[in-house]
């Protein structure tokens, strides 16, 4: 699991963002040096997600819907479809062949890695991104 060049941008735009403003997907992609195809699919996503709303026409432009202070590193990456397994057995519907091959016998690995998965989704869930982009 790393945070990808996407989630990266997906930041950008939210700290950009933050504070009340208004900007088109022109102005963040310039002012964060995003390319523009990536800031408009980034937005989308974003806004499918109910963190930004995006308004068309003249006085158009993209802005938060939800504060900073609501949104943690975890919700963002959920938003931008990103992985966070720390291991392949971690994701829904995984077979593993190992306990196939075993009599379904219980994998030691998979107890202690569901373990961390655990920690690491609450230490990503744990930080809002106004503190992480912001300081406290």
């Not at 930041?11 to 088109?24: M, N, P, S, V, Y």
């Not at 308004?55 to 975890?74: N, S, V």
């Not at 397994?85 to 829904?92: D, G, L, N, Q």
């Not at 230490?123 to 809002?128: G, H, K, R, S, T």
């Amino acid at each position: 699991m790393i945070i990808t060049k996407e989630t990266d941008y997906a930041l950008r735009i939210l700290r950009a963002l933050a504070g009340g403003k208004q900007l088109t997907t022109a102005q963040l992609s310039e002012q964060e040096q995003i390319p523009k195809q990536f800031a408009y699919k980034i937005l989308k996503k974003l806004q499918k997600s109910d963190l930004v709303s995006i308004q068309r026409g003249a006085e158009g432009g993209c802005h938060l819907q939800t504060g900073l202070d609501q949104i943690t590193l975890f919700r963002l990456m959920q938003a931008m479809d990103e992985d966070s397994a720390v291991s392949s057995c971690m994701k829904p519907g995984y077979e593993c062949q190992w306990c196939k091959s075993h009599n379904d016998a219980v994998c030691r690995a998979h107890i202690h890695l569901t373990a961390i998965q655990q920690k690491l989704n609450e230490e990503l869930d744990a930080y809002p991104l106004q503190e992480i982009l912001f300081g406290p």
